[in-house]
């Protein structure tokens, strides 16, 4: 599959959205396993996990 460069563009517009309301919402990582709690997802398929995942491995 080829993307765009229209397609980047809207992928990185897309996360500035994403993060300019987290910053709003003043979110931090302890907030994640209760986010997903909340809207129902399953916890092992959600970038948030697997970033929260990776942020508690690194810090041991």
Known sequence: MVRTHTARRSRLRYSFFLRHHCIQARAVTEDGPESIR???????????????????????
């Open 38 to 60: 909340r809207a129902g997802l399953r916890p092992t398929h959600t970038p948030a996990v697997r970033r929260h995942r990776r942020h508690q491995a690194r810090s041991g």
